[in-house]
């Protein structure tokens, strides 16, 4: 069977998700964008989404930042109701927004339709953890070989 594939401004589309993230739904979407290297790739990963009871540090969250933008990006850091968000794949640039913008938590990666990640894993967390902490020269270098050969 040929899968249809819709393509959707992300304003349309992740407001749906988010709708169905409160719901109770689980949602599956297909990334875009290289922030999330090397754990997620744009437009070849898919990530489901859940809706979290308590978002922590580490965990990979879809956000909504106002006027229709949407990022999914690592938190790095929450402060009370405030939560510091960066991409795996940006060396400096975050973003900020508060609980209540938390629309929903990665609890899987795919790579088509089969699990490359289960995020609650000790092993992905584990991986996670090391890249995060890992000097900024480091993540850089890395970050550079992976885009010129993309093999993971």
Request: a positive charge.
């Amino acid at each position: 069977m040929n899968a249809r594939r819709i393509i959707l401004p992300n304003a349309i589309m992740l407001g749906e998700a988010t709708r169905m993230l409160e719901e109770g739904h689980s949602v599956t979407i297909m990334t875009k964008g290289n922030s999330m290297s090397p754990f997620i790739r744009g437009e070849r990963d898919s990530v489901t989404l859940v809706k979290k009871e308590k978002v922590e540090v580490g965990d990979i969250a879809l956000c909504h930042l106002g006027n229709g933008r949407y990022v999914l990006h690592r938190v790095y850091a929450i402060n009370g109701d405030k939560v510091r968000l960066k991409g795996d794949g940006n060396l400096d640039a975050t973003e900020a927004c508060t609980l209540s913008d938390v629309c929903g938590v990665v609890s899987v990666i795919l790579r088509g339709e089969k699990p490359r990640f289960r995020c609650d894993s000790p092993c992905f967390k584990r991986a996670s953890r090391r890249w995060v902490r890992a000097p900024r020269i480091v993540r850089r270098i890395c970050l550079g070989i992976y885009r010129r050969i993309k093999i993971l």
